[in-house]
């Protein structure tokens, strides 16, 4: 069957010959689909018709990788972009199956009312509609029978062709196309949890539970399994049916606003956010239409970022708007994302490059995510390692900047963006936001505290061992020796000094006195006992 598609689509214009031994080149040369007439249809046509064909395992792979503009053409890209799950649907009868084997009784004991007509179908699983025995009006989302099996056939393929690229493909080393496939294979096998997505979905829900800007549906557990997860049915406008929004009064502007308010608030405050927010997972209330709430559906892919890739991405993107491109270099090496030996006036000057003549253009039309991906292909150049936390970020951003400018075509999402980035680059440096970090780690230090001597007096012992051994040198060693008793009195010191800080901050707050009260006078002592014992040796 694949050969058959590589043949009538001839996809061997995908393979890069030149790397390849020349018996190999020769074999391509001779191959059977060279018999085949190229179809007049564009590269980017002849790909995505491929991997419809396939079936929606390679679909969706086709969709994930259509996010890859660092690897793609933009026209290849673009044309991935237009894949839809439109799969047929399995038997109801085969779904109602499933769901009574989850739940381990009838759907008419379960369920009021259990459409056996799929409401919605996709690649992995589709959805009916459901009244519980309360009279909630609900969903049933079904995971595919033996989708797991097509799951693994498809990814062992999928394996054996990113290891050729990456053995000989000139830039296969560099982009990983094995790593993309298990990472792929990682989402993939976590959207078949519809746990997981139901945790998600309650993770998001209670992040946003007081927001007027998106409102995440309930889960009911207690019908929710790992095959199956019954959530609140929601009504409201497809984010992408522009006709019908403003036919309901619809304040465009803001929604758009909004749009860009809820990924910065998911990816900063809260450092979880929804990674699928395209138009078909994305709807509008009717109740307020001034004043426009989102409903988010579909919560299989998540991302998330660690505290040092947010304070990076947030002061990398604020040089941006500063258009300072020498701290933009310093912060790529700093943060790991381009090798330390880099020249840091070189990769300055190729930002500098790239930026440049965007800025020259009026910033509403300036593509935020096209911003990203170019700033992500210069790095490359620099060896820039593929970081998959930023990708999905990417992704997300390229989803939401094409939503907002479908909603409202002059939205600005750079002076949307720059005010909530400076703002929470305030709070995170201002004495609330440094109470809250200390507060957070405080207890791990105190854990770690006991261990400070014993390593200090590990390196002692290391540094008369080498004296010991090293006579020719003992002098130096001995003034190293000094140097250090000199410095870790002081840092005995300073270390006291931050415990008893720390501490006094820890101890003012309302969650310390339950652990105050549980101290008893004699660790008090061995405590405060240490603590002076510690800074006079």
């Not at 997981?196 to 309650?202: G, H, I, P, V």
Request: with cysteine.
């Amino acid at each position: 069957m694949i050969l058959w598609v590589i043949s009538r689509y001839r996809l061997d214009e995908f393979i890069p010959l030149a790397p390849l031994p020349l018996s190999a080149r020769i074999l391509f040369f001779f191959a059977p689909w060279r018999l085949f007439p190229k179809p007049k249809l564009s590269r980017g046509e002849r790909l995505r018709l491929s991997l419809e064909i396939l079936g929606p395992i390679f679909v969706k792979f086709g969709q994930i990788l259509s996010t890859r503009r660092d690897l793609l053409p933009d026209d290849v890209a673009d044309e991935l972009r237009n894949l839809q799950d439109n799969v047929p649907p399995f038997s109801g009868n085969e779904a109602i199956q499933i769901i009574e084997k989850s739940l381990n009784q009838s759907v008419a004991v379960s369920f009021a009312k259990l459409e056996v007509k799929p409401l919605a179908s996709a690649s992995i699983a589709q959805v009916h509609s459901a009244t519980l025995n309360s009279g909630k009006d609900v969903i049933v989302k079904v995971i595919r029978p033996g989708i797991e099996k097509t799951i693994s056939q498809d990814i062992a393929l999928l394996s054996i062709i990113a290891s050729l690229l990456e053995r000989y493909w000139e830039d296969g080393k560099r982009l990983h196309p094995l790593q993309i496939v298990k990472d792929y294979e990682r989402t993939i096998y976590d959207e078949l949890d519809l746990q997981r997505e139901a945790a998600n979905a309650s993770q998001l829900r209670r992040n946003f539970s007081t927001s007027e800007l998106i409102y995440i549906p309930e889960i009911h557990w207690d019908y929710t399994h790992k095959n199956i997860l019954v959530m609140e049915r929601i009504s409201g406008i497809p984010v992408a049916d522009i006709e019908a929004l403003k036919a309901a009064n619809i304040n465009l502007k803001l929604l758009a606003e909004r749009g860009v308010e809820i990924f910065f608030t998911q990816v900063f405050r809260d450092s979880f956010f929804h990674a699928d927010m395209h138009p078909g997972n994305i709807f509008v209330s009717r109740s307020n239409p001034q004043n426009p709430q989102y409903i988010a559906i579909d919560f299989g892919i998540v991302g998330t970022l660690t505290p040092e890739d947010q304070n990076y991405l947030a002061r990398n993107l604020l040089a941006f708007f500063k258009r300072d491109y020498r701290q933009v270099a310093e912060l790529h090496i700093s943060s790991g994302w381009v090798p330390e030996d880099t020249r840091v006036d070189e990769f300055e000057s190729a930002i500098r490059t790239v930026c440049e003549p965007i800025f020259e253009r009026p910033l509403k039309d300036i593509s935020f995510g096209q911003f990203l991906l170019r700033l992500f292909q210069t790095a490359q150049r620099f060896n820039m390692e593929v970081q998959p936390q930023l990708v999905l970020l990417q992704k997300t951003l390229l989803n939401i900047e094409g939503l907002g400018r479908q909603l409202y075509p002059d939205l600005d999402l750079w002076s949307t963006a720059q005010p909530y980035l400076e703002n929470w680059m305030k709070k995170r440096m201002a004495p609330p936001g440094i109470l809250k970090n200390v507060k957070q780690h405080l207890p791990e230090w105190l854990e770690q505290s006991p261990e400070v001597p014993k390593l200090i007096f590990d390196a002692m012992t290391q540094i008369k061992h080498l004296e010991s051994r090293s006579g020719e040198r003992k002098n130096e060693y001995r003034l190293l020796r000094e140097q250090l008793t000199q410095q870790n009195k002081g840092n005995k010191a300073q270390l006291l000094g931050l415990a008893l800080l720390a501490s006094g901050i820890y101890l003012s707050l309302p969650e310390a006195s339950e652990w105050a009260q549980n101290i008893s006078w004699q660790s008090m002592l061995v405590l405060v006992g240490g603590a002076y014992f510690l800074v006079k040796k």
